[in-house]
């Protein structure tokens, strides 16, 4: 048994601080890295749902509702499949099928230079293939 002498008790209370101090730094990092392991999860996979995942750890974190850590962290290991690439996909080729040019490249065009086709005289007529002219129109009552 350690019985501290009367000049010693200073010594005792410096280093008994120090290590209460060191105490709360570490729990305080540990919360919070145990409240953003959804968002480190999400964010090294690169995941779709990435921004909904920190959010719900941001909300988790400051109401202290437990629920939103859960799903932000059931969110975080789920692959939500991409829907938008082959439907881009698709729409791009019903475009092409159709003889019109794609929305990107048409903005794009005009947002980027709309004088360069004035000044080579050549007139703005959309594009059409010439399988779109020659094609035979079905009948109305199919």
Same mark, same amino acid.
């Given at each position: 048994?350690?019985?501290?002498?009367?000049?010693?008790?200073?010594?005792?209370?410096?280093?008994?601080?120090?290590?209460?101090?060191?105490?709360v730094i570490? &729990? @305080?990092?540990?919360?919070? #890295?145990?409240?953003?392991?959804? !968002?480190? =999860? %999400?964010?090294k996979s690169?995941?779709?749902?990435?921004?909904?995942?920190?959010?719900?750890?941001?909300?988790?974190?400051?109401?202290?509702?437990?629920?939103?850590?859960?799903?932000?962290?059931?969110?975080?290991?789920?692959?939500?499949?991409? &829907? @938008?690439?082959?439907?881009? #996909?698709i729409a791009?080729?019903? !475009?092409? =099928? %159709?003889?019109?040019?794609?929305?990107?490249?048409?903005?794009?065009?005009?947002?980027?230079?709309?004088?360069?086709?004035?000044?080579?005289?050549?007139?703005?007529?959309?594009?059409?293939?010439?399988?779109?002219?020659?094609?035979?129109?079905?009948?109305?009552?199919?």
């Amino acid at each position: 048994m350690f019985i501290a002498a009367p000049g010693n008790t200073d010594v005792l209370m410096v280093v008994t601080a120090g290590f209460l101090a060191l105490c709360v730094i570490a &729990f @305080g990092v540990l919360f919070f #890295r145990l409240h953003s392991l959804p !968002e480190h =999860i %999400a964010h090294k996979s690169h995941k779709v749902q990435m921004e909904v995942v920190s959010v719900l750890c941001l909300i988790s974190l400051f109401t202290h509702m437990h629920i939103f850590w859960v799903i932000g962290l059931i969110l975080a290991f789920i692959d939500i499949p991409d &829907f @938008g690439t082959p439907l881009k #996909r698709i729409a791009g080729g019903v !475009e092409k =099928i %159709a003889g019109v040019e794609p929305l990107e490249e048409t903005e794009a065009t005009v947002h980027a230079e709309p004088h360069a086709k004035q000044a080579a005289g050549a007139a703005a007529s959309p594009k059409k293939s010439a399988a779109a002219g020659t094609a035979r129109k079905e009948p109305s009552h199919v």
